[in-house]
T-cell receptor, first 114, second 111 residues
Framework: DGGITQSPKYLFRKEGQNVTLSCEQN?????MYWYRQDPGQGLRLIYY???????QKGDIAEGYSVSREKKESFPLTVTSAQKNPTAFYLC?????????????FGEGSRLTVL | GQQVMQIPQYQHVQEGEDFTTYCNSS?????IQWYKQRPGGHPVFLIQ?????EVKKQKRLTFQFGEAKKNSSLHITATQTTDVGTYFC???????????FGTGTRLQVTL
């Protein structure tokens, strides 16, 4: 089945540790995104990528980093510089140009920093 | 920057009652999308509206895009418990703009 796979689903980390969240898609989509969702709030864009080896900052990129070495993969690293990292992280993809069509979401990764 | 607000934040209805959520943008939108997120789940795309004044229906769901392309609504007729979740609108202000999500409306349906 085609889709987006995020791992891990749940992650606990101590303050000061970097964490990398995995996102893999087999939909052959060009654009990929990372969103952050806090309880009772909407989705906020962290980073997005329209093509391999290129990515752009979203609205809340500080304290995060990404890479896009392969079309299928768009991992997100939550660094120790992110002041409030506990949140639900959603990876998404879309067929064509970024922000132009339907987003397909993964099931999310819930990060808790102790 | 672009802001997209939704009202109400939360609504609790009895099964069979109607429900409407409203989405308002601070800027004119080139298109608007709607998503549904079940509790504990991920957002799932429902529909995209592009034209001024556009109305689209999906069974009991009716989506409207305002004439000025700055607002949109989602109306559910005769809600069912399967409608429970949070409904998000998301809009793009122009070709160079990013998709901005609204704050969401959480719908609770009880028997």
């Amino acid at each position: 089945d085609g889709g987006i796979t995020q791992s891990p689903k749940y992650l606990f980390r101590k303050e000061g540790q970097n964490v990398t969240l995995s996102c893999e898609q087999n939909l052959n989509h060009d654009a990929m995104y990372w969103y952050r969702q806090d309880p009772g709030q909407g989705l906020r864009l962290i980073y997005y990528s329209q093509i391999v080896n290129d990515f752009q900052k979203g609205d809340i990129a500080e304290g995060y980093s990404v890479s896009r070495e392969k079309k299928e993969s768009f991992p997100l690293t939550v660094t120790s510089a992110q002041k409030n990292p506990t949140a639900f992280y959603l990876c998404a993809s879309s067929i064509n140009r970024a922000h132009s069509g339907e987003l397909f979401f993964g099931e999310g990764s819930r990060l808790t920093v102790l | 920057g672009q802001q997209v607000m939704q009202i109400p934040q939360y609504q609790h209805v009895q099964e069979g009652e109607d429900f409407t959520t409203y989405c308002n943008s601070s800027t004119t939108l080139s298109n608007i999308q709607w998503y549904k997120q079940r509790p504990g789940g991920h957002p799932v795309f429902l529909i995209q509206l592009v034209k001024s004044g556009e109305v689209k229906k999906q069974k009991r769901l009716t989506f409207q895009f305002g004439e000025a392309k700055k607002n949109s609504s989602l109306h559910i007729t005769a809600t069912q418990t399967t409608d429970v979740g949070t409904y998000f609108c998301a809009g793009v202000a122009g070709t160079a703009s990013k998709l901005t999500f609204g704050t969401g409306t959480r719908l609770q349906v009880t028997l």
